[in-house]
């Protein structure tokens, strides 16, 4: 399914810092095929008004105790 993602403020990485910029996401499938200010030319079966919603990258918990099976029996 195609998603447009319309209106979102999009924390983005600039130069040496993070700014929030409003744009317009389109998915295409499961993969983000555009992130532009206005999208206009992609065909979506659903649109999402993101007016007042923040899209930023997945936070993955990279946590683990890997290295104290070494100190293990």
Do not use: C
Not at 13 to 20: C, G, I, L, M, Q
Not at 35 to 64: R, W, Y
Request: proline share 1%.
């Amino acid at each position: 399914m195609n998603i447009l993602i319309k209106d979102a403020k999009v924390l983005v990485y600039e130069d040496t810092k993070f700014v929030v910029k409003k744009a317009d996401i389109a998915i295409a499938g499961e993969k983000i095929a555009q992130i532009e200010k206005i999208i206009t030319d992609f065909e979506a079966q659903k649109v999402i008004n993101a007016e007042d919603m923040l899209a930023m990258p997945g936070l993955i918990n990279a946590h683990t105790h890997l290295s104290m099976n070494l100190f293990r029996n």
